[in-house]
């Protein structure tokens, strides 16, 4: 928000900064929330098995997994996808 910031007079200067800083916090708990949910690297997509055993990150994408049976790997690939898009969130912050 800086280029908004560069052209405003004073007086709107603390209210733009307050709109950043929500801006801010809502992105930080949303990925926050999200990263609970999500495993931290690819490396833990690949602990994906059929037979249910999967840790507390993975269960979801372990069922999503099981409901495509054409396609054996998409429970990884839908993990690996998720993973990619919390980082993207963390290098938002």
């Given at each position: 928000m800086w280029v908004p910031t560069i052209g405003a007079p004073d007086k709107w200067l603390l209210p733009l900064g307050i709109v950043d800083a929500l801006?801010?916090?809502?992105l930080f708990i949303a990925t926050g929330v999200e990263a609970g949910f999500v495993p931290r690297s690819k490396h833990q997509c690949g602990q994906l098995s059929r037979n249910g055993t999967a840790g507390h990150g993975l269960v979801f994408f372990?069922?999503?997994?099981?409901?495509d049976l054409k396609d054996k790997d998409y429970g990884r690939r839908l993990c690996r996808e998720y993973v990619d898009t919390v980082h993207v969130g963390v290098a938002v912050l």
């Open positions: 801006i801010f916090l809502a372990e069922r999503a997994g099981a409901t």
